[in-house]
């Protein structure tokens, strides 16, 4: 009888193509390009008229493996893997997008996504709208205006601020405009964005899908067609394509992510449980916790609270960095989804270039630090956060 495989099967055993020498592991296909029998054939690949590979930029087979994996994963008809988050991210829109076009996007963004929307993409002509993610209202208001693409980040980086998939997909569909949903912090486990009404989503693999610190990567996902007549034009015209070793390395992070997300979620909801209950700990924010304020909403559209929080030191900058520099367990780094600790200070790194006043408005405090919890046991690094969090 067949039956669906179970995530975790499908982890470990989708897309798979073994080599006639049937190797136990995937194939690392390390090249860039591929030969031909007779120039007919060569002909015939490239006239799409004959199966095949025939240049690593627009297809290897260790990539394709890794894109069938996401795409099982995910729900989606197709996945198409980028070089790195960021890649996916500006071929995602550069690839929609067009002179005269109106973009909307919640306020909370990676700094890099920012800089797209607000460094880059008003050179071509592309005008861009901000808002707060979390104000059903703003995003009603902003889409009056005709627009071609919606852009959110959920939960957001560094805050853990929310946004209403649903409610943003129906009125970014009722105003014609197509939504692109960033799912690094919430991970292909946590939240299902496709089915929540978005069009595309978009990752980092860098993060939890590769989740050990080794290499970069990016995949989008969606419907075949989209991704076909739009995505992949772009991608294989300007070259963003990742590294087959990459692909590999991220082929055998999948193989672990349940496990990884499943645990590190447990620790990061216990983290934050100690947090909120310190005496020196001035605010904890993890959608996790009943004291988030869109915990409600968090319940609907997550399976758990993610592997990421933040926390309010109090005392300023000053503060913050103190308690950093006192981390010996947590080490001082900006990635997340990785299996060791990392604490980062957003307010100077990964968010230092936008101006402070819409910072502020961001809700990145000079006291945040953003924890991105790890493998590691519990008690070792509840008891480095205590340590740390002296007067
Ligand atoms: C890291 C990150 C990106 C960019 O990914 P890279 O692989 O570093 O290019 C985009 N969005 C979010 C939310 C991220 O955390």
């Given at each position: 009888?067949?039956?669906?495989?179970?995530?975790?099967?499908?982890?470990?055993?989708?897309?798979?193509?073994?080599?006639?020498?049937?190797?136990?592991?995937?194939?690392?296909?390390?090249?860039?390009?591929?030969?031909?029998?007779?120039?007919?054939?060569?002909?015939?690949?490239?006239?799409?008229?004959?199966?095949g590979?025939?240049?690593?930029?627009?297809?290897?087979?260790?990539?394709?493996?890794?894109?069938?994996?996401?795409?099982?994963?995910?729900?989606?008809?197709?996945?198409?893997?980028?070089?790195?988050?960021m890649?996916?991210?500006?071929?995602?829109?550069?690839?929609?997008?067009?002179?005269?076009?109106?973009?909307?996007?919640?306020?909370?963004?990676?700094?890099?996504?920012?800089?797209?929307?607000?460094?880059?993409?008003?050179?071509?002509?592309?005008?861009?709208?901000?808002?707060?993610?979390?104000?059903?209202?703003?995003?009603e208001?902003?889409?009056?205006?005709?627009?071609?693409?919606?852009?959110?980040?959920?939960?957001?980086?560094?805050?853990?601020?929310?946004?209403d998939?649903?409610?943003?997909?129906?009125?970014?569909?009722?105003a014609?405009?197509?939504?692109?949903?960033?799912?690094?912090?919430?991970?292909?486990?946590?939240?299902?964005?496709?089915?929540?009404?978005?069009?595309?989503?978009?990752?980092?693999?860098?993060?939890?899908?590769?989740?050990?610190?080794?290499?970069?990567?990016?995949?989008i996902?969606?419907?075949?067609?989209?991704?076909e007549?739009?995505?992949?034009?772009?991608?294989?015209?300007?070259?963003?394509?990742?590294?087959?070793?990459?692909?590999?390395?991220?082929?055998?992070?999948?193989?672990?992510?349940?496990?990884?997300?499943?645990?590190q979620?447990?620790?990061?909801?216990r983290?934050?449980?100690?947090?909120?209950?310190?005496?020196?700990?001035?605010?904890?924010?993890?959608?996790?916790?009943?004291?988030?304020?869109?915990?409600?909403?968090?319940?609907?559209?997550?399976?758990?609270?993610?592997?990421v929080?933040?926390?309010?030191?109090?005392?300023?900058?000053?503060?913050?960095?103190?308690?950093?520099?006192?981390?010996?367990?947590?080490?001082i780094?900006?990635?997340?989804?990785?299996?060791?600790?990392?604490?980062?200070?957003?307010?100077?790194?990964?968010?230092?270039?936008?101006?402070?006043?819409?910072?502020?408005?961001?809700?990145?405090?000079?006291?945040?630090?953003?924890?991105?919890?790890?493998?590691e046991?519990?008690?070792?690094?509840?008891?480095?956060?205590?340590?740390?969090?002296?007067?």
């Amino acid at each position: 009888m067949a039956t669906t495989p179970g995530l975790r099967t499908r982890l470990v055993q989708e897309g798979i193509v073994r080599s006639p020498h049937g190797e136990t592991s995937e194939a690392l296909y390390l090249t860039s390009g591929f030969v031909y029998a007779s120039a007919a054939e060569a002909a015939a690949r490239f006239a799409g008229e004959a199966e095949g590979y025939t240049y690593s930029r627009l297809g290897n087979p260790t990539l394709r493996m890794f894109e069938r994996r996401m795409a099982a994963l995910e729900g989606a008809e197709v996945a198409i893997a980028t070089a790195s988050g960021m890649a996916a991210v500006h071929a995602v829109l550069m690839a929609q997008l067009a002179a005269g076009d109106h973009v909307v996007a919640s306020r909370l963004l990676f700094g890099s996504s920012h800089y797209i929307l607000h460094e880059i993409l008003p050179r071509f002509g592309i005008a861009v709208t901000t808002v707060d993610g979390t104000d059903l209202g703003a995003w009603e208001r902003a889409l009056a205006r005709p627009t071609r693409l919606v852009l959110l980040e959920s939960p957001g980086n560094p805050t853990l601020e929310l946004v209403d998939i649903a409610a943003v997909a129906g009125l970014a569909h009722a105003a014609g405009a197509r939504l692109v949903v960033d799912n690094v912090l919430a991970t292909p486990l946590l939240q299902r964005p496709l089915a929540l009404g978005a069009d595309l989503v978009v990752y980092s693999a860098t993060k939890h899908i590769d989740g050990q610190g080794r290499c970069l990567g990016g995949v989008i996902l969606g419907e075949h067609r989209l991704i076909e007549k739009t995505l992949v034009p772009y991608l294989k015209h300007t070259g963003p394509a990742l590294s087959p070793f990459n692909a590999w390395v991220l082929l055998k992070g999948l193989e672990t992510l349940a496990l990884r997300i499943d645990a590190q979620t447990a620790t990061a909801a216990r983290i934050a449980a100690f947090l909120e209950g310190h005496p020196r700990v001035a605010r904890v924010l993890y959608p996790g916790l009943e004291s988030h304020p869109q915990h409600a909403l968090a319940r609907r559209q997550m399976r758990g609270g993610g592997t990421v929080l933040a926390f309010r030191t109090g005392g300023g900058r000053a503060r913050a960095f103190s308690v950093l520099d006192r981390l010996r367990l947590i080490a001082i780094s900006n990635n997340l989804g990785d299996a060791k600790s990392l604490a980062t200070h957003p307010a100077s790194t990964t968010h230092s270039r936008i101006p402070e006043a819409e910072r502020a408005a961001m809700g990145i405090a000079e006291d945040l630090i953003r924890v991105s919890v790890g493998l590691e046991e519990a008690e070792d690094l509840i008891a480095d956060l205590d340590r740390a969090l002296v007067p």
